[in-house]
């Protein structure tokens, strides 16, 4: 397993959740991690990304100012999501991408965790 995501769970709408994301073997040798998120009936979506050099961040527009991706050196990955709304329902998944990969496709990504549920109660 190269990467371990964790965290997700049952919250009402305007709480807090902490998504992890441990990464491992090949894994830990990519240029960022990025995650994504699969409502039902959706295709899977960009939520935000980060680079392991230098922390650099992007984020999708529905979750600006509310969700924050951050990074430590023991190779996790964080998704800090504030202020929680019922569309924000979905399986979260970490990905890792290869250096000179695109960050908001999916396709750019080599390696997937297995996903973690987040429901949000209204």
């Known amino acids: 397993v190269q990467l371990q995501a964790s965290g997700g769970g049952l919250v009402q709408a305007g709480g807090s959740l902490r998504l992890s994301c441990v990464a491992s073997g090949r894994a830990v040798r990519t240029s960022g991690m990025g995650w994504f998120r699969q409502s039902p009936g959706k295709g899977r979506e960009f939520v935000a990304a980060i680079t392991w050099s230098g922390g650099r961040t992007h984020y999708a527009d529905p979750v600006k100012g509310r969700f924050t991706i951050s990074r430590d050196n023991t190779k996790k990955v964080y998704l800090q999501m504030n202020n929680l709304k019922p569309e924000d329902t979905a399986v979260y998944y970490c990905?890792?991408?290869?250096?000179?990969?695109?960050?908001?496709?999916?396709?750019?990504?080599?390696?997937w965790g297995q996903g973690t549920d987040v429901t949000v109660s209204s």
């Open positions: 990905a890792a991408r290869d250096y000179y990969k695109g960050v908001y496709n999916e396709e750019e990504y080599a390696y």
